[in-house]
Protein backbone atom coordinates (compact mmCIF):
# COMPACT_ATOMS: atom_id res chain seq x y z
CA UNK A 1 0.00 0.00 0.00
CA UNK A 2 1.30 3.60 -1.03
CA UNK A 3 1.11 6.67 0.80
CA UNK A 4 -0.68 9.12 -0.96
CA UNK A 5 1.25 12.24 1.25
CA UNK A 6 4.34 10.50 -0.43
CA UNK A 7 2.79 10.59 -3.99
CA UNK A 8 1.58 14.08 -4.09
CA UNK A 9 5.10 15.47 -2.62
CA UNK A 10 6.93 14.04 -5.54
CA UNK A 11 4.35 12.59 -8.48
CA UNK A 12 7.55 12.28 -10.53
CA UNK A 13 8.98 9.63 -8.74
CA UNK A 14 6.65 7.82 -7.82
CA UNK A 15 5.95 7.21 -11.46
CA UNK A 16 9.35 6.89 -12.69
CA UNK A 17 9.21 3.82 -10.07
CA UNK A 18 5.82 2.52 -11.95
CA UNK A 19 7.82 2.87 -15.33
CA UNK A 20 10.43 0.73 -14.39
CA UNK A 21 7.97 -2.00 -13.35
CA UNK A 22 6.26 -1.57 -16.52
CA UNK A 23 3.68 0.34 -15.93
CA UNK A 24 1.89 3.72 -17.31
CA UNK A 25 2.07 7.12 -14.64
CA UNK A 26 -0.46 6.87 -12.06
CA UNK A 27 0.52 9.87 -10.00
CA UNK A 28 -2.32 12.27 -11.48
CA UNK A 29 -5.52 9.88 -10.92
CA UNK A 30 -4.50 8.89 -7.53
CA UNK A 31 -3.99 12.97 -7.16
CA UNK A 32 -7.44 13.20 -8.58
CA UNK A 33 -8.71 10.72 -6.38
CA UNK A 34 -7.62 12.14 -3.01
CA UNK A 35 -8.72 15.39 -4.25
CA UNK A 36 -12.33 13.91 -4.51
CA UNK A 37 -11.69 12.44 -0.69
CA UNK A 38 -10.97 15.50 0.49
CA UNK A 39 -13.72 17.66 -1.14
CA UNK A 40 -16.03 14.76 0.29
CA UNK A 41 -14.68 15.50 4.02
CA UNK A 42 -14.88 19.10 3.44
CA UNK A 43 -18.91 18.74 2.42
CA UNK A 44 -19.20 16.06 5.83
CA UNK A 45 -17.42 18.88 8.12
CA UNK A 46 -19.43 21.84 6.51
CA UNK A 47 -22.55 19.89 7.36
CA UNK A 48 -21.70 19.26 11.00
CA UNK A 49 -20.72 23.29 11.80
CA UNK A 50 -23.41 24.59 9.84
CA UNK A 51 -25.53 22.16 11.96
CA UNK A 52 -23.61 23.21 14.73
CA UNK A 53 -23.56 27.11 14.27
CA UNK A 54 -27.79 26.57 13.59
CA UNK A 55 -28.21 24.85 17.17
CA UNK A 56 -27.01 28.35 18.95
CA UNK A 57 -28.93 30.56 16.50
CA UNK A 58 -31.99 28.05 17.56
CA UNK A 59 -31.30 28.73 21.19
CA UNK A 60 -30.77 32.92 20.80
CA UNK A 61 -33.99 32.74 18.30
CA UNK A 62 -35.83 31.26 21.21
CA UNK A 63 -34.52 33.33 23.87
CA UNK A 64 -35.42 36.11 21.90
CA UNK A 65 -39.08 34.66 21.29
CA UNK A 66 -38.55 34.65 17.74
CA UNK A 67 -40.76 31.67 17.12
CA UNK A 68 -41.34 32.28 13.76
CA UNK A 69 -37.05 32.50 12.80
CA UNK A 70 -36.43 29.43 15.25
CA UNK A 71 -38.89 27.05 13.35
CA UNK A 72 -36.89 28.34 10.31
CA UNK A 73 -33.48 27.57 11.90
CA UNK A 74 -35.17 24.00 12.36
CA UNK A 75 -36.34 23.46 9.12
CA UNK A 76 -32.62 24.03 8.07
CA UNK A 77 -31.39 21.11 10.56
CA UNK A 78 -33.88 18.76 9.49
CA UNK A 79 -32.52 19.45 5.59
CA UNK A 80 -29.10 19.37 6.70
CA UNK A 81 -29.36 16.01 9.02
CA UNK A 82 -31.42 14.83 5.91
CA UNK A 83 -28.54 15.13 3.83
CA UNK A 84 -26.08 13.66 6.10
CA UNK A 85 -26.47 9.94 4.76
CA UNK A 86 -25.62 11.02 0.84
CA UNK A 87 -22.61 12.90 2.05
CA UNK A 88 -21.30 10.01 4.56
CA UNK A 89 -22.06 7.84 1.64
CA UNK A 90 -20.11 10.08 -1.12
CA UNK A 91 -17.05 10.45 1.54
CA UNK A 92 -17.22 6.17 2.43
CA UNK A 93 -17.43 6.35 -1.86
CA UNK A 94 -14.39 8.36 -2.17
CA UNK A 95 -12.22 6.51 0.54
CA UNK A 96 -12.90 3.34 -1.03
CA UNK A 97 -11.99 4.21 -4.82
CA UNK A 98 -8.64 5.53 -3.62
CA UNK A 99 -7.92 2.64 -0.97
CA UNK A 100 -8.73 0.40 -4.11
CA UNK A 101 -6.93 1.95 -6.63
CA UNK A 102 -3.63 1.97 -4.05
CA UNK A 103 -4.18 -1.48 -2.75
CA UNK A 104 -3.98 -2.54 -6.99
CA UNK A 105 -0.02 -1.26 -7.21
CA UNK A 106 2.66 -2.79 -6.97
CA UNK A 107 5.50 -2.09 -4.36
CA UNK A 108 7.90 0.68 -5.46
CA UNK A 109 11.42 -1.21 -6.18
CA UNK A 110 14.47 -0.07 -4.80
CA UNK A 111 16.96 1.82 -6.70
CA UNK A 112 19.59 -0.94 -7.02
CA UNK A 113 17.19 -3.45 -8.52
CA UNK A 114 18.25 -4.31 -12.27
CA UNK A 115 15.74 -3.07 -14.77
CA UNK A 116 14.17 -6.48 -16.72
CA UNK A 117 11.41 -7.34 -18.43
CA UNK A 118 11.14 -10.72 -16.92
CA UNK A 119 13.32 -13.71 -15.96
CA UNK A 120 15.94 -13.22 -18.55
CA UNK A 121 16.68 -9.86 -16.94
CA UNK A 122 17.59 -11.61 -13.75
CA UNK A 123 21.30 -10.77 -12.24
CA UNK A 124 23.61 -13.16 -10.90
CA UNK A 125 24.57 -12.14 -7.15
CA UNK A 126 26.75 -14.98 -6.31
CA UNK A 127 26.80 -18.89 -6.52
CA UNK A 128 27.86 -21.99 -4.57
CA UNK A 129 29.59 -25.51 -5.74
CA UNK A 130 29.18 -28.30 -3.73
CA UNK A 131 31.85 -30.42 -2.14
CA UNK A 132 30.37 -33.38 -3.79
CA UNK A 133 31.49 -34.08 -7.63
CA UNK A 134 28.58 -32.10 -9.59
CA UNK A 135 25.97 -34.58 -11.69
CA UNK A 136 25.51 -32.99 -14.61
CA UNK A 137 22.58 -35.40 -15.86
CA UNK A 138 20.68 -37.85 -14.61
CA UNK A 139 16.82 -39.07 -13.97
CA UNK A 140 14.77 -36.98 -12.80
CA UNK A 141 12.92 -36.88 -9.32
CA UNK A 142 9.73 -38.50 -10.70
CA UNK A 143 11.42 -41.49 -12.36
CA UNK A 144 13.32 -42.37 -9.65
CA UNK A 145 10.19 -42.21 -6.96
CA UNK A 146 8.59 -43.98 -9.04
CA UNK A 147 10.94 -46.73 -9.65
CA UNK A 148 11.07 -46.94 -5.88
CA UNK A 149 7.44 -47.06 -5.75
CA UNK A 150 7.70 -44.11 -3.41
CA UNK A 151 5.99 -41.13 -5.49
CA UNK A 152 2.76 -42.14 -6.66
CA UNK A 153 0.86 -39.26 -9.06
CA UNK A 154 -1.60 -41.96 -9.61
CA UNK A 155 -2.98 -42.19 -6.54
CA UNK A 156 -2.99 -38.55 -5.67
CA UNK A 157 -4.99 -38.02 -8.62
CA UNK A 158 -7.81 -40.20 -8.14
CA UNK A 159 -7.86 -38.59 -4.73
CA UNK A 160 -7.53 -34.91 -5.72
CA UNK A 161 -6.86 -34.62 -9.32
CA UNK A 162 -3.96 -33.33 -11.00
CA UNK A 163 -0.91 -31.76 -9.59
CA UNK A 164 -0.63 -33.84 -6.30
CA UNK A 165 1.54 -36.57 -4.98
CA UNK A 166 0.84 -39.38 -2.55
CA UNK A 167 5.27 -39.94 -0.86
CA UNK A 168 5.24 -43.16 0.90
CA UNK A 169 7.57 -45.00 3.18
CA UNK A 170 11.40 -43.80 3.21
CA UNK A 171 10.58 -40.45 0.59
CA UNK A 172 7.92 -39.57 3.06
CA UNK A 173 10.41 -39.93 5.78
CA UNK A 174 12.93 -37.86 4.13
CA UNK A 175 10.76 -35.42 3.08
CA UNK A 176 9.66 -34.98 6.71
CA UNK A 177 13.55 -35.00 8.52
CA UNK A 178 14.08 -32.03 5.57
CA UNK A 179 11.49 -29.66 7.23
CA UNK A 180 12.47 -30.69 10.74
CA UNK A 181 15.85 -30.30 9.71
CA UNK A 182 15.19 -26.77 8.47
CA UNK A 183 13.45 -26.19 11.46
CA UNK A 184 16.08 -26.64 13.99
CA UNK A 185 18.73 -24.78 11.72
CA UNK A 186 16.86 -21.74 11.80
CA UNK A 187 15.63 -21.82 15.58
CA UNK A 188 19.09 -23.04 17.04
CA UNK A 189 21.71 -21.36 14.80
CA UNK A 190 19.89 -18.27 13.22
CA UNK A 191 17.32 -16.64 15.91
CA UNK A 192 14.17 -17.35 14.53
CA UNK A 193 11.20 -17.76 16.69
CA UNK A 194 9.26 -21.31 15.75
CA UNK A 195 5.70 -20.89 15.04
CA UNK A 196 2.63 -22.81 14.59
CA UNK A 197 0.14 -20.80 12.94
CA UNK A 198 -3.33 -21.35 11.51
CA UNK A 199 -3.56 -22.52 7.77
CA UNK A 200 -6.44 -20.88 7.13
CA UNK A 201 -6.69 -17.14 7.39
CA UNK A 202 -9.63 -14.36 6.92
CA UNK A 203 -9.35 -11.54 3.63
CA UNK A 204 -7.84 -9.11 5.95
CA UNK A 205 -4.84 -11.25 6.53
CA UNK A 206 -4.65 -12.18 2.52
CA UNK A 207 -4.85 -8.21 2.10
CA UNK A 208 -2.23 -7.62 4.25
CA UNK A 209 0.63 -9.24 2.57
CA UNK A 210 -1.25 -8.08 -0.94
CA UNK A 211 -2.06 -11.89 -2.21
CA UNK A 212 -5.49 -9.85 -2.50
CA UNK A 213 -7.36 -8.45 -4.18
CA UNK A 214 -4.82 -8.83 -7.30
CA UNK A 215 -4.51 -12.47 -7.20
CA UNK A 216 -7.50 -14.15 -5.54
CA UNK A 217 -7.67 -16.10 -8.74
CA UNK A 218 -4.03 -17.84 -7.61
CA UNK A 219 -5.73 -19.20 -4.25
CA UNK A 220 -7.86 -21.53 -2.58
CA UNK A 221 -11.16 -20.25 -0.52
CA UNK A 222 -13.09 -22.41 2.16
CA UNK A 223 -16.69 -21.91 3.31
CA UNK A 224 -17.99 -23.32 6.40
CA UNK A 225 -21.72 -24.64 6.28
CA UNK A 226 -23.65 -21.75 6.90
CA UNK A 227 -22.26 -19.78 3.92
CA UNK A 228 -24.81 -19.86 1.61
CA UNK A 229 -27.44 -19.05 4.53
CA UNK A 230 -25.32 -15.83 5.19
CA UNK A 231 -25.44 -15.00 1.47
CA UNK A 232 -29.57 -15.29 1.69
CA UNK A 233 -29.43 -12.66 4.01
CA UNK A 234 -28.99 -10.02 1.90
CA UNK A 235 -32.42 -10.12 0.72
CA UNK A 236 -34.43 -7.30 2.40
CA UNK A 237 -37.52 -9.57 2.98
CA UNK A 238 -35.33 -12.14 4.86
CA UNK A 239 -33.56 -9.22 6.82
CA UNK A 240 -36.94 -7.86 7.65
CA UNK A 241 -38.30 -11.49 9.26
CA UNK A 242 -35.37 -11.82 11.43
CA UNK A 243 -35.67 -8.93 12.63
CA UNK A 244 -39.28 -9.35 13.33
CA UNK A 245 -39.00 -13.19 14.51
CA UNK A 246 -36.00 -11.67 17.22
CA UNK A 247 -38.35 -8.20 18.56
CA UNK A 248 -41.35 -10.58 18.66
CA UNK A 249 -39.43 -13.56 20.74
CA UNK A 250 -38.24 -10.96 23.24
CA UNK A 251 -42.04 -10.16 23.54
CA UNK A 252 -43.50 -13.30 23.49
CA UNK A 253 -46.41 -12.66 20.92
CA UNK A 254 -47.01 -16.40 20.15
CA UNK A 255 -50.21 -15.18 17.59
CA UNK A 256 -47.56 -13.61 15.03
CA UNK A 257 -46.88 -16.82 13.54
CA UNK A 258 -50.96 -17.87 12.74
CA UNK A 259 -51.61 -14.22 11.64
CA UNK A 260 -48.45 -14.14 9.36
CA UNK A 261 -49.72 -17.41 7.98
CA UNK A 262 -53.13 -16.52 7.38
CA UNK A 263 -52.17 -12.66 5.43
CA UNK A 264 -48.95 -14.12 3.14
CA UNK A 265 -47.56 -16.86 1.29
CA UNK A 266 -47.30 -20.21 3.74
CA UNK A 267 -44.31 -21.68 2.23
CA UNK A 268 -42.36 -18.17 1.95
CA UNK A 269 -42.85 -17.42 5.67
CA UNK A 270 -42.11 -20.72 6.60
CA UNK A 271 -38.84 -20.56 4.84
CA UNK A 272 -38.13 -17.25 6.79
CA UNK A 273 -39.15 -18.47 10.17
CA UNK A 274 -36.47 -21.71 9.29
CA UNK A 275 -33.72 -19.05 8.14
CA UNK A 276 -33.99 -16.69 11.36
CA UNK A 277 -34.60 -19.88 13.88
CA UNK A 278 -31.29 -21.15 12.21
CA UNK A 279 -29.87 -17.42 12.68
CA UNK A 280 -31.00 -17.27 16.47
CA UNK A 281 -29.22 -20.42 16.90
CA UNK A 282 -25.75 -19.39 15.13
CA UNK A 283 -25.64 -16.52 17.56
CA UNK A 284 -26.42 -18.41 20.24
CA UNK A 285 -23.21 -20.59 19.34
CA UNK A 286 -21.24 -17.34 19.16
CA UNK A 287 -21.58 -16.35 22.14
CA UNK A 288 -23.52 -13.19 20.50
CA UNK A 289 -25.03 -11.03 23.51
CA UNK A 290 -28.91 -9.64 22.93
CA UNK A 291 -29.42 -7.63 19.71
CA UNK A 292 -30.35 -3.99 20.71
CA UNK A 293 -30.86 -2.15 17.61
CA UNK A 294 -31.28 -3.29 13.43
CA UNK A 295 -27.83 -1.64 13.10
CA UNK A 296 -26.13 -4.34 15.38
CA UNK A 297 -28.36 -7.36 13.86
CA UNK A 298 -27.20 -5.94 10.63
CA UNK A 299 -23.49 -5.58 11.75
CA UNK A 300 -23.37 -8.99 13.23
CA UNK A 301 -24.90 -10.53 10.00
CA UNK A 302 -21.30 -8.39 8.39
CA UNK A 303 -19.45 -9.66 11.01
CA UNK A 304 -20.51 -13.78 10.65
CA UNK A 305 -20.23 -13.52 6.61
CA UNK A 306 -16.93 -12.47 6.74
CA UNK A 307 -16.17 -15.43 9.40
CA UNK A 308 -17.65 -17.61 7.49
CA UNK A 309 -15.32 -17.71 4.51
CA UNK A 310 -11.54 -18.29 4.88
CA UNK A 311 -8.30 -18.79 2.56
CA UNK A 312 -5.99 -21.49 2.70
CA UNK A 313 -2.37 -19.76 2.77
CA UNK A 314 -0.55 -20.16 0.00
CA UNK A 315 2.49 -19.45 2.17
CA UNK A 316 3.10 -19.04 6.01
CA UNK A 317 4.22 -15.45 5.41
CA UNK A 318 0.58 -14.94 5.79
CA UNK A 319 0.13 -16.06 9.04
CA UNK A 320 3.44 -14.70 10.29
CA UNK A 321 3.48 -11.45 9.15
CA UNK A 322 0.04 -10.65 10.37
CA UNK A 323 0.99 -11.56 13.97
CA UNK A 324 2.00 -7.67 13.93
CA UNK A 325 -1.31 -6.53 12.26
CA UNK A 326 -2.75 -3.48 14.17
CA UNK A 327 -0.01 -3.45 16.66
CA UNK A 328 2.56 -0.67 18.23
CA UNK A 329 5.66 -2.74 18.89
CA UNK A 330 8.39 -1.29 21.00
CA UNK A 331 11.75 -0.41 18.99
CA UNK A 332 13.62 -2.57 21.23
CA UNK A 333 11.21 -5.74 20.63
CA UNK A 334 12.70 -5.39 16.92
CA UNK A 335 13.95 -7.34 14.79
CA UNK A 336 11.27 -10.29 15.39
CA UNK A 337 11.80 -13.15 13.60
CA UNK A 338 9.48 -15.89 12.93
CA UNK A 339 9.65 -19.35 11.12
CA UNK A 340 6.87 -22.08 10.38
CA UNK A 341 6.61 -25.12 8.63
CA UNK A 342 3.05 -26.04 6.93
CA UNK A 343 0.97 -26.75 4.09
CA UNK A 344 0.72 -24.19 1.85
CA UNK A 345 -1.71 -24.12 -1.08
CA UNK A 346 -1.57 -22.66 -4.46
CA UNK A 347 -3.94 -22.96 -7.96
CA UNK A 348 -1.33 -21.79 -10.03
CA UNK A 349 -4.13 -20.47 -12.10
CA UNK A 350 -1.57 -19.33 -14.25
CA UNK A 351 0.73 -22.03 -14.57
CA UNK A 352 -1.22 -24.03 -16.96
CA UNK A 353 0.77 -26.57 -19.08
CA UNK A 354 4.06 -26.05 -17.05
CA UNK A 355 6.22 -28.39 -15.06
CA UNK A 356 2.96 -30.87 -15.05
CA UNK A 357 4.99 -33.82 -14.52
CA UNK A 358 6.41 -34.23 -11.00
CA UNK A 359 6.88 -32.26 -7.94
CA UNK A 360 8.17 -29.12 -9.01
CA UNK A 361 4.61 -27.50 -9.05
CA UNK A 362 2.13 -28.72 -6.55
CA UNK A 363 -1.45 -27.08 -5.46
CA UNK A 364 -0.37 -28.54 -2.03
CA UNK A 365 3.36 -28.48 -0.45
CA UNK A 366 5.48 -27.90 2.61
CA UNK A 367 7.52 -25.23 3.32
CA UNK A 368 9.59 -23.51 5.99
CA UNK A 369 8.65 -19.54 6.16
CA UNK A 370 11.13 -16.78 7.69
CA UNK A 371 9.94 -13.59 8.66
CA UNK A 372 11.11 -10.30 9.85
CA UNK A 373 9.93 -7.63 11.29
CA UNK A 374 12.45 -4.70 11.91
CA UNK A 375 12.70 -0.81 11.55
CA UNK A 376 13.65 0.98 8.04
CA UNK A 377 16.96 1.32 8.83
CA UNK A 378 17.76 -2.32 9.65
CA UNK A 379 15.95 -3.91 7.25
CA UNK A 380 18.38 -3.99 4.23
CA UNK A 381 20.91 -5.62 6.77
CA UNK A 382 18.26 -8.22 7.39
CA UNK A 383 17.30 -9.29 3.90
CA UNK A 384 21.36 -9.95 3.62
CA UNK A 385 21.00 -11.99 6.60
CA UNK A 386 17.56 -13.59 5.84
CA UNK A 387 19.58 -14.68 2.76
CA UNK A 388 22.02 -16.45 4.23
CA UNK A 389 19.55 -17.91 6.38
CA UNK A 390 18.20 -19.85 3.58
CA UNK A 391 21.75 -20.18 1.97
CA UNK A 392 23.04 -22.39 4.85
CA UNK A 393 20.19 -25.16 4.65
CA UNK A 394 21.77 -25.78 1.37
CA UNK A 395 25.50 -25.62 2.46
CA UNK A 396 24.13 -28.34 4.70
CA UNK A 397 22.91 -30.43 2.44
CA UNK A 398 26.06 -29.62 0.00
CA UNK A 399 23.97 -28.87 -2.97
CA UNK A 400 24.85 -26.72 -5.82
CA UNK A 401 23.10 -23.48 -5.82
CA UNK A 402 23.58 -20.01 -7.38
CA UNK A 403 21.70 -16.31 -6.05
CA UNK A 404 20.00 -14.34 -8.48
CA UNK A 405 18.88 -10.74 -7.92
CA UNK A 406 15.46 -10.46 -9.41
CA UNK A 407 14.74 -7.67 -11.75
CA UNK A 408 11.78 -4.99 -12.22
CA UNK A 409 10.02 -7.60 -14.01
CA UNK A 410 10.05 -10.54 -12.20
CA UNK A 411 10.03 -9.24 -8.71
CA UNK A 412 6.79 -10.18 -6.87
CA UNK A 413 4.09 -7.80 -6.50
CA UNK A 414 4.93 -6.58 -2.40
CA UNK A 415 8.44 -6.99 -2.75
CA UNK A 416 11.08 -3.75 -3.41
CA UNK A 417 13.83 -6.03 -3.84
CA UNK A 418 14.07 -9.89 -4.10
CA UNK A 419 16.83 -13.01 -4.22
CA UNK A 420 15.86 -15.73 -5.25
CA UNK A 421 18.22 -19.19 -4.52
CA UNK A 422 18.23 -21.56 -7.70
CA UNK A 423 19.20 -25.31 -6.75
CA UNK A 424 20.59 -27.51 -9.00
CA UNK A 425 18.85 -30.09 -10.44
CA UNK A 426 20.43 -32.57 -12.99
CA UNK A 427 17.95 -34.31 -14.25
CA UNK A 428 16.24 -30.95 -16.06
CA UNK A 429 19.99 -29.70 -16.43
CA UNK A 430 18.96 -26.58 -15.08
CA UNK A 431 18.96 -24.52 -12.21
CA UNK A 432 15.10 -24.52 -10.76
CA UNK A 433 14.00 -21.60 -7.66
CA UNK A 434 14.39 -23.34 -3.98
CA UNK A 435 13.80 -19.87 -2.13
CA UNK A 436 13.31 -16.47 -2.51
CA UNK A 437 13.89 -13.78 -0.06
CA UNK A 438 12.06 -10.76 -0.44
CA UNK A 439 12.26 -6.91 1.71
CA UNK A 440 9.09 -5.16 1.09
CA UNK A 441 9.72 -1.69 3.13
CA UNK A 442 6.54 -0.85 4.95
CA UNK A 443 4.38 -1.69 2.15
CA UNK A 444 2.85 -4.53 3.60
CA UNK A 445 3.09 -2.61 7.21
CA UNK A 446 0.34 0.02 5.79
CA UNK A 447 -1.72 -2.32 4.70
CA UNK A 448 -1.72 -4.09 8.28
CA UNK A 449 -1.17 -1.18 10.34
CA UNK A 450 1.19 -2.39 11.70
CA UNK A 451 4.08 -0.17 13.29
CA UNK A 452 6.34 0.68 16.10
CA UNK A 453 7.39 3.53 18.70
CA UNK A 454 11.12 5.00 17.51
CA UNK A 455 12.73 6.58 20.24
CA UNK A 456 11.37 9.61 19.39
CA UNK A 457 8.35 8.07 20.80
CA UNK A 458 6.00 8.72 17.37
CA UNK A 459 4.70 5.53 15.38
CA UNK A 460 6.15 5.01 12.29
CA UNK A 461 5.39 1.87 10.02
CA UNK A 462 7.63 -1.25 10.67
CA UNK A 463 9.68 -3.11 7.26
CA UNK A 464 8.49 -6.38 6.88
CA UNK A 465 10.67 -9.30 5.03
CA UNK A 466 9.78 -12.74 3.78
CA UNK A 467 11.72 -15.87 2.10
CA UNK A 468 11.82 -19.61 2.00
CA UNK A 469 14.26 -21.46 4.00
CA UNK A 470 13.78 -23.02 1.99
CA UNK A 471 10.70 -25.11 0.18
CA UNK A 472 10.82 -29.12 1.48
CA UNK A 473 9.59 -30.40 -1.83
CA UNK A 474 11.90 -28.85 -3.57
CA UNK A 475 14.27 -29.60 -1.38
CA UNK A 476 13.54 -33.25 -1.50
CA UNK A 477 13.67 -33.12 -5.32
CA UNK A 478 17.13 -31.79 -5.17
CA UNK A 479 18.41 -34.22 -2.67
CA UNK A 480 17.06 -37.23 -5.20
CA UNK A 481 18.41 -35.46 -8.14
CA UNK A 482 21.72 -34.65 -6.80
CA UNK A 483 22.30 -37.60 -4.84
CA UNK A 484 21.45 -40.68 -7.13
CA UNK A 485 23.30 -43.58 -7.50
CA UNK A 486 23.48 -45.47 -10.90
CA UNK A 487 21.28 -47.99 -9.84
CA UNK A 488 18.54 -45.67 -8.23
CA UNK A 489 19.26 -45.51 -5.45
CA UNK A 490 19.35 -42.47 -3.48
CA UNK A 491 21.86 -41.46 -0.73
CA UNK A 492 20.90 -39.73 2.12
CA UNK A 493 22.85 -36.33 2.93
CA UNK A 494 25.16 -36.90 6.01
CA UNK A 495 23.08 -33.91 8.12
CA UNK A 496 19.90 -35.78 7.73
CA UNK A 497 21.23 -39.19 9.06
CA UNK A 498 19.88 -38.50 12.34
CA UNK A 499 16.50 -37.82 11.23
CA UNK A 500 16.35 -40.69 9.69
CA UNK A 501 17.24 -43.16 12.10
CA UNK A 502 20.90 -43.82 10.93
CA UNK A 503 19.61 -44.52 7.43
CA UNK A 504 21.66 -43.31 4.82
CA UNK A 505 20.22 -44.92 1.85
CA UNK A 506 17.27 -45.59 -0.19
CA UNK A 507 16.81 -47.99 -2.21
CA UNK A 508 16.11 -48.10 -5.55
CA UNK A 509 14.35 -51.19 -6.31
CA UNK A 510 10.51 -51.85 -4.99
Known sequence: MHDIRAIRENPDAFDSDLARRGLAPLSAALIALDEARKASVSAAQANQERRNALAKEIGGAKKAKDEDRAAALMAEVAALKGAEPELKAAQDAADKALAD??????????????????????VLYRSHAATRERLTE??????????AGLMDFEAAAKLSGARFVVLKGQLARLERALGQFMLDLHTQEHGYLEVAPPVLVRDAA???TAQLPKFEDDQFSVRTGNKDFLDDLAGE?????????????????????????????????INWMRKASVFAEIFRNSGAEKLTSDEELEKRVAELKNNSGLWLIPTAEVPLTNLVRESILREEELPLRFTALTPCFRAEAGS?????????????????ELVSITTPEESAT?????????????KKLDLPYRVMTLCTGDMGFAAQKTYDIEVWVPGQRTHREISSCSVCGDFQARRMNARYRGKDGKPAYVHTLNGSGVAVGRALIAVMENYQNPDGSITIPSVLHPYMGGLNRIEGTR
Open 101 to 122: KLAAIPNRPKPDVPEGADEHGN
Open 138 to 147: GREHFELGEA
Open 206 to 208: MFG
Open 382 to 394: EHERMLTCAEAVL
Open 237 to 269: EAMAAIKQLIRLESESNNDYYSDQLNKNDPNKI
Open 352 to 368: AGRDTRGMLRQHQFNKV
